[in-house]
């Protein structure tokens, strides 16, 4: 166990020094810079040069990348040139708010998409099948942003005034500042906490105030249905055929030979190991969403790590643009990490070798 | 990442991998067959079918041209609703179709035979919004299909090379792959089409791009597998050239899930393309291309819905179809699902 | 003056102060008055710096004459000062608060205006709360929600849902279905800006020009308003719009004459038509061009029509800027929002000495007659000159302006005191809504920062101003400077040289502190100096100072080319 994690951290590192590398030049393979970003029409080049000089960037090119790779190890990733703050700061800010959609829009792709592959699985080439199986893909096929319009427009204008009505965008009423878990105990603030209490949910558990949790709740509803409906086709499908997989095994036809009723052979002898390369799927689609999320976060306003990247590559943010796809990286990493060890545990054959 | 899931063909690489090309093409026509039984494939083939049909015919059934500005020949503002001729003479007098006509009526689409035709409107430049569906058909289907082709063909190259080959070689090249695999891809492509300028074409590239180690990814694990095998070990024997057996042995086993992958990846390559044209990198706005279009009107989704269901709805289509094909392909080929 | 002199002063304006005190009404006691001895004046002599390199800046001296009396020195008269003194970003900071944050107050500015920053949630939402120590009438809302969406149709919905309540740039084509809501109104905002087709007159063929007239003849701007700009948008004439001084009614301008178009063409030696290669323009919607792709489509209709062939060239906005910057655009499409009334703003930056390369090297009559303008004093005069101006544009060409873009905003109909500013300084402090302690208002985008002095963006200016004034402001809705810190519009003396301003009595800061004339030169010297320890900002461009002031003392130097 160990091996495998210390292996694969180990050749994490040459890919996080190339993404590193191939960000930072992206970065400044972008036309214009910052300040004309910032200035727009009014940009001109004697303050734009005075800029660039002040911040650095009129260095050669080399020594720009050899600083900024001392600053990374050193666990400095730079100051947003647009909002003079510390990228880890923007990042403790506004990755939860991404980590806390994917994981909600999982959620729903789950309790929704495997149930549906169990059904279609079972009635394999039926209507039901067939049913099932357009109608997730055509929640897949339909782009996320046109639906996140339509979504908004149903239940945030048509159904505005009755008991379905939801807000179109944003993470909490205007004017409502929760206030921090780590204030309310009467805690020191630091970079874990903060992180932490910036995923609005658990916060709003935190300080036990239910009707900011409800708050919270109502304004991801939309955005995590729409982000869902990409996950949901791939674990419909994954699900189905993971299913189809086991029911043909011996052990199930042995446990319908004994005369097992055929729910229980499904739920308690097929399902489980069904599951199993679900979970995989899952692992993926929460690295998938991270980095995808962009569009619902657009559409429904949301200034999660997406949004932020969006933004940054637009301004020519660029230690924004390193430091947040660094770290989505990272976490990828993780996460893939995570999954492996995780299925490890739970599929005993890989377990034995 | 770009890649959905791990392909069960992937997961499985010992499955059906055969000695010969000969017997391979055997395998396609069953594949195919094994395909079109299901019901599901059988959907997306049709609507792929539509959707060709109405790009090849495109110039004969669109009313108007791609380009034509009707403001000053028809004096109709940009962003009309759509203008249908319901109460045509020759219609019959059947029960579904005057509730049609009623239907439409009451809904304010219809519109007397004095006024010119607009199935779907006109758009924000004052251009039939039909007649640019039916020329987008054209432009958005090829556009798929061309970012995954480019992206298969180096995908596939260096999926040989570094499967095959292994050692440092191999090292190298996925140790590359994964760094792009890290970004995430939507933003990987925007970046590309940042630095290159707003077009098509570069979207195009972008795209294949953010998605040449997908296939990479899928070739090499095929090509491992298939360097252990006997008949490899037995060609070598006799002195066949390395080349010769990455062509002839290797490349045609990895075939099956390139094509599962590949038929997915256009789904997802179409999709990605819209997003592109969503964040305003989409380029020529005279251009019909379906993204571009939906893009360019997004903001008036709630007072003219017309500009952007039609377009959102063919790229639903279009992605749909390859979807259903490549599940059905998916199906087919894995022969452990074959009852 | 020397510190010594100006002691003296003091003493004497004291005397005055405590004189003019007796007479008070409010009979309250400044803070730092009357006790003396406690206010060291501030006082910055850089006379010998003026019309000197590197200085290019017309400030000469600003000091604070006692507490309560500001005065500034400039080098060469400029009698639009007042509507520059106005402007946000010379709002006032306390000088303590400035030197607290190191010349920084980026994101917990404090000034004296009607409300505070209670907190900043970076990303989400900007808090203001009613100060209840304003100098004027207290605000009557008690909280200011900012918020900010860049997709208009999202702020509609936003606000059609009743979550918020006021937006910012209704669509253009959403302005239909507002003013057809009765829950909703409807406020236009006066177009206060200029679209224009630029041309780099040093590049063929549009060096010749024959063919630039060409193409100003050849666009239907009737067309153009008419399809692609919302209402309350007007046919451009000149390259000033109407409301800034100096707009001259019934100006000489291209009609639509596709005939005359041809004969120019003709005449240029092009009788079958001419391709003028890529037309340039950003995909970023703007007041002065909310529909730009649409726009660029029509216009390239409009121009095949007379045989000018052109390719649409969509470029990124960073790209875009930068090329424009660099001279590196042909034909473009661009367009300009005033900062403040005065024609400088917009004639300079373009078309003056030492302006922008976005249209090539320039035209020396045009440099001239402008610079000429800049300087005089007289109205009738300055008038005058930029009708001229108006002449020498039309016949040079070196862009043709199109259209002025309305602009709106939309409130619930039951926000009392709703109103939209041409400049987009719109004050919550006139607006309240029955049964509710809470505005909620929604933007385009969120403030980069809320320091005025080195912002530039409208959304971030548009936040600040409610948090600090200066020492004028414009009328609430309008252009007109009226007095705001200072009790009274200005004095000036003949030469329009010499400026006085007198400060108002017992204005305290959010923090408590007295306003004092101090903090009027610290806030301004902060800008004026590049050297000085407190000329930090957010990114230190300051750029509005340059367009207000002319220039920094001790710039830093020239790179290079």
């Known amino acids: 166990m160990t091996r495998l994690v210390g292996r694969r951290l180990l050749s994490s590192i040459p890919v996080l020094f190339g993404i590193l590398l191939a960000t930072f030049a992206i970065a400044r393979l972008l036309p214009g810079d910052a300040c004309e970003a910032a200035l727009q029409e009014r940009a001109d080049p004697q303050t734009c040069e005075d800029f660039n000089r002040r911040n650095g960037f009129d260095q050669p090119i080399l020594t720009q990348f050899g600083d900024y790779l001392g600053d990374v190890f050193t666990g400095d990733l730079g100051d ?64 996320v942003f046109v639906l996140g319009l339509v979504l908004q427009y149903l239940f945030a204008k048509e159904l505005a005034d009755t008991p379905f009505g939801l807000p179109p965008s944003g993470q909490l009423t205007a004017g409502t500042i929760p206030e921090p878990f780590y204030d309310a105990w009467g805690l020191e603030k630091n970079t874990v906490f903060d992180f932490v209490a910036n995923f609005d949910l658990l916060n709003a558990v935190l300080i036990w105030r239910w009707d900011v949790f409800v708050d919270a709740a109502q304004h991801l509803v939309l955005p995590a249905l729409a982000l869902s409906t990409i996950p949901m086709a791939v674990i419909t499908r994954m699900t189905r055929s993971s299913l189809l997989d086991v029911l043909g095994l011996d052990y199930v036809r042995t446990a319908r030979a004994k005369g097992l009723r055929e729910r229980v052979v499904v739920v308690r002898h097929a399902l489980r190991n069904s599951l199993l390369p679900v979970v995989t799927v899952l692992g993926l689609s929460l690295g998938t969403l991270i980095g995808g999320a962009i569009l619902t976060e657009t559409i429904f306003n949301l200034t999660g790590v997406g949004k932020t990247l969006f933004d940054a590559i637009q301004g020519r943010d660029y230690f924004v643009v390193q430091g947040f796809t660094l770290m989505v990286a990272v976490v990828f990493v993780i996460i893939n990490l995570l999954t492996d060890i995780l299925y490890t545990f739970l599929d005993p054959k890989v377990r034995v070798s | 990442m770009a890649v959905e899931e791990i392909p069960l063909a992937e997961q499985h690489p010992t499955a059906e991998l055969g000695p010969t090309v000969q017997a391979q093409r055997g395998l396609w026509r069953d594949a195919l067959r094994e395909t079109l039984r299901r019901r599901s494939a059988r959907v997306g083939v049709a609507v792929l079918g539509l959707l060709v049909f109405l790009a090849v015919f495109a110039p004969v059934l669109a009313p108007y041209g791609e380009r034509e500005v009707l403001i000053e020949s028809e004096g109709l503002r940009p962003r009309t609703e759509p203008c249908i001729h319901v109460s045509v003479d020759w219609v019959p007098d059947v029960v579904v179709l005057r509730q049609v006509e009623s239907f439409l009526e009451s809904n304010g689409f219809s519109c007397p035979s004095a006024e010119p035709q607009h199935l779907m409107g006109l758009d924000g430049n004052g251009r039939d919004v039909f007649s640019r569906v039916l020329f987008g058909a054209r432009v958005s289907l090829l556009a798929g299909v061309v970012a995954v082709s480019f992206a298969v063909v180096i995908g596939t190259a260096l999926g040989l090379v570094a499967g095959f ?101 256009i789904a997802t390559a179409v999709l990605e393309l819209a997003a592109l044209s969503f964040v305003g990198l989409g380029g020529d706005p005279d251009q019909a291309e379906w993204g571009r279009m939906l893009a360019l009107e997004r903001n008036q989704i709630f007072t003219s819905p017309h500009l952007v269901l039609y377009p959102g709805v063919m790229i639903m289509l279009n992605v749909l179809a390859f979807n259903l094909i490549g599940d059905g392909l998916r199906d087919a080929l894995d022969p452990r699902l074959h009852r | ?398 862009a043709i302006p199109i259209a002025y873009g309305g602009s709106a905003v939309a409130f619930k109909a039951e926000v009392d005191g709703a109103h939209a500013s041409p400049l987009a300084n719109e004050a919550f402090a006139a607006m309240s809504l029955e049964g509710q302690d809470q505005l909620v208002w929604m933007q385009n985008g969120e403030p980069s920062g809320l320091y005025c002095a080195d912002e530039t963006d409208g959304e971030a200016l548009r936040v600040c101003e409610q948090i600090n004034e200066s020492l004028l402001a414009y009328e609430v809705g309008g252009t007109e400077v009226i007095p705001s810190l200072a009790a009274d519009m200005p004095e000036a003396n003949d030469e329009f040289t010499e400026w006085t301003f007198e400060l108002r009595d017992g204005v305290t800061f959010h923090d408590g502190s007295a306003l004092d004339a101090n903090d009027v030169v610290q806030s301004y010297r902060a800008q004026w100096d590049a050297e000085d320890p407190l000329h930090v900002g957010r990114d230190g461009t300051f750029t509005y100072w340059g367009a207000l002031f002319g220039g920094f003392l001790n710039p830093p130097p020239e790179a290079e080319a």
């Open chain 2, 165 to 265: 080959f292994g050692g440092w070689l191999d090292n190298v090249l996925m140790r590359v792959m994964d760094v792009f695999l890290a970004f995430p891809a939507l933003l990987l492509a925007i970046a590309i089409v940042t630095a290159r300028g707003p077009g098509l074409f570069n979207a195009i590239i972008a795209v294949s791009v953010v998605t040449i180690p997908v296939y990479a990814r899928v070739v090499r694990s095929r090509a491992i597998s298939v360097r252990e095998q006997d008949f490899v070990a037995a060609d070598r024997a006799l002195g066949v050239s390395e080349l010769r057996i990455l062509t002839h042995r290797v490349l045609p086993n990895s075939l099956t899930p390139l094509v599962v992958q590949g038929t997915l990846g």
């Open chain 3, 1 to 398: 003056m020397t510190r010594l002199r100006s002691g003296l002063v003091m003493f004497v304006a004291l005397g005055l102060v405590a004189a003019s005190c007796a007479d008070d009404d409010e009979g309250e006691d400044s803070d730092d008055g009357g006790g003396g001895g406690d206010f060291t004046a501030l006082a910055y002599d850089e006379s010998d710096q003026c019309g000197q390199d590197p200085y290019t800046g017309n400030l000469a001296q600003l000091e604070a004459v006692d507490e309560l009396t500001v005065r500034f020195t400039l080098c060469n008269p400029d009698v639009a000062l007042p509507a520059k003194v106005a402007f946000s970003s010379v709002g006032i900071h306390p000088a303590e608060h400035l030197e607290e944050t190191g010349g920084s107050p980026i994101d917990n500015p404090i000034g004296t205006g009607p409300y505070r920053l209670e907190a900043w949630e970076q990303g989400s939402q900007i808090v203001l709360a009613r100060n209840e120590e304003y100098w004027g009438d207290p605000a009557p809302t008690a909280t200011v929600v900012f918020r900010w969406s860049e997709e208009s149709a999202q702020r509609l919905i936003e606000l059609q849902s009743g979550a918020v309540d006021g937006i910012d740039n209704v669509g253009p084509e959403d302005f239909a279905t507002v003013a057809g809501d009765d829950s909703l109104q409807l406020i236009e905002r006066e177009p206060l800006n200029v679209f224009y087709l630029g041309f780099n007159v040093d590049t063929a063929p549009l060096d010749d020009e024959l063919v630039r007239q060409a193409v100003g003849y050849a666009i239907d701007k009737d067309r153009l308003i008419e399809n692609f700009y919302p209402e309350g948008s007007q046919v451009a004439d000149q390259f000033l719009p109407p409301g800034i001084p100096a707009y001259e009614d019934g100006a000489d301008a291209y009609t639509y004459d596709q005939d005359r178009a041809r004969e120019l063409l003709a005449e240029a030696g092009h009788p079958d038509g001419i391709d003028l290669g890529p037309l340039s323009y950003r995909n970023e919607p703007r007041p002065y061009l909310p529909q730009p792709a649409q726009v660029a489509s029509d216009i390239r209709d409009q121009l095949s029509q007379v045989g000018i062939t052109v390719s649409l060239d969509e470029q990124e906005s960073g790209a875009f800027i930068d090329n424009a910057n660099a001279g590196d655009l042909g034909l473009h499409m661009l367009g300009w929002n005033a900062d403040f009334p005065d024609p400088t703003n917009f004639w300079d930056f373009h078309f003056g000495e030492g302006g922008t390369l976005q249209f090539g090297t320039g035209f020396d009559d045009l440099h001239e007659v402008l610079t000429e303008a800049a300087g005089t004093v007289d109205e009738a005069e300055r008038a005058a000159l930029y009708a001229e101006a108006n002449d020498v544009f039309m016949q040079r060409a070196p």
């Open chain 1, 80 to 143: 947003s040139v647009r909002f003079r703050r510390p990228v880890m700061d923007l990042l403790v800010e506004r990755l939860p708010v991404t980590l806390q959609l994917s994981a909600a829009a999982l959620l729903l792709a789950v309790v929704v998409g495997v149930p549906l592959g169990v059904i279609a699985g079972y009635r394999q080439n039926s209507k039901t099948d067939v049913a099932t199986i357009v109608g997730a893909n055509v929640g897949v096929s339909i782009p």
